[in-house]
């Protein structure tokens, strides 16, 4: 099965069904929107999956457990002063110095990242990664939200009943799948079979996150709630640390983060404090570690491709991972930064720290004196690397429905959730834009649905 062929079955299918109930096909349409809206998932979530077929699926099984073992390793290598590549390695992932103050801590629960989501694109049957999200990867409610309101929808499962007429079975996922396998790595950090969780949101005034922000997070906290843990949702301030830390004088067992590393060091940094302090002492398992920031750098892309620390990973197929990941070079670093100039198009500039598409320049669409300028920024800075540009796929998608379904052309990317290698669910970002972030630009979320 191709890329796209579950995906054009889908449109054939309502197409028909448009033909014959054009009413039915716009009510379960409006609904998958509103049931995901109603729950936090604002903005325009089609009733129009991405199926991914047998062998992408497989391949993104593979993938997640690659990705954690190359994690895994280059964390062993950065805490270990004694480890011969220890400081090459530093050297790749740029280390401000509030992180090397947390590298010297040896925290409870582990310095891994436990939950990491990649951002990729599919071209054929082949995966690519743009970048792995590990300091706060945002949109684990968006995944299971998405896939779960899809298994709902009336119209979804009349589809799947005629696909299994055909004897193809699409598979449906547990419900909060991605909360499950989240909830199973607070325990396991936390070493108690229920431990007091502590779900922890920015206040909304003094941070990006708004009121849907925190709709979306609240259902992670319900799901703990209603899997009989005891859990409490707060907000950083609200943390007291003396001999440990806790919350309205309870001792908290492991907490959950939903913020990113820049507000512990931003204008608000004293909310976090006891969280931090309290982490560093070996007092607070934390979710994902606070370590995670150090293999938050783009720069990570780089670091695997770097031949001389290959023997690092002697222990792992790194080149089958290699094949995911686009070369990834510090402009800085390069052995003729002219190449930069004289092939544009090859290239996408990006900072080593960033997220959204912050500071995402592509060579395909960059103007000339753009293009000069950031790269003089990067080699007078050593703060930009350069990534061969690889191009987002583009999928028709059914967006208006009525009397015909019209279909229209959005570039899409594919956001899979990993838990200590484990898959969760996925979510899809689709725009008019190549920089699929940008999702409000004739874009949205589309559910995702793994084959096989």
Known sequence: MSEFQMVEEF??????????????????????????ADEGLLGHVPLYPLFLNELITA???????????????????ITDPEHPANVPMRSFLTIPP??????????????????????????????????????WPG?????????????ENTLFKMFAA????????????????????????????????????????????????????????????DFFIHEGFDADFIHPHQVEYDHWPHYQGRRIDVMYRIFEWGHVMGTHRDEYGPILQAYMDGKLPVVNAFHSEAVSAKSIFELLHCRELHWCFDDMPLEELLETIPY???????????QFLEEKERWVFKKIKGSASDAVLLGVSAGDDVWREVLQFGLETGGVVAQEYVDTPIMLMAMNPGEDLVQVPRYLDVNPFYFAGKMGNFFSRFSEMMMTSYVSWGGGILPVVPMG
């Open 11 to 36: 449109q054939r299918f309502l197409e028909a069904l448009n033909a014959r109930d054009p009413e039915f096909v716009r009510r379960e349409i409006y609904f998958m929107g509103k049931n995901c």
């Open 59 to 77: 391949k993104y099984h593979r993938f997640g457990a690659l990705v954690w073992l190359a994690l895994d390793r280059i964390m062993d290598v």
């Open 98 to 135: 509030e992180v090397e103050q947390v590298l010297r801590s040896r925290p409870r629960g582990g310095m891994l990242p436990r939950v990491v989501r990649p951002d990729t694109v599919l071209h054929g049957n082949r995966i690519i990664a743009h970048e792995f999200n590990v300091s």
């Open 139 to 151: 949109g684990i409610s968006d995944s299971d939200l998405t896939t779960d309101v899809l298994a």
């Open 162 to 221: 005629e696909m299994a007429a055909q004897g193809v079975d699409i598979p449906r996922q547990p419900p909060y799948k991605s909360t499950t396998l989240l909830l199973e790595q607070l325990v396991e950090a936390a070493e108690l079979d229920n431990p007091y969780i502590a779900v922890v949101i920015p206040t909304p005034d003094v941070s990006p996150f708004g009121p849907e922000e925190i709709q979306l997070s609240r259902r992670i906290f």
């Open 328 to 338: 990834t070079v510090n402009v800085r670093q390069a052995d003729s930064p002219e």
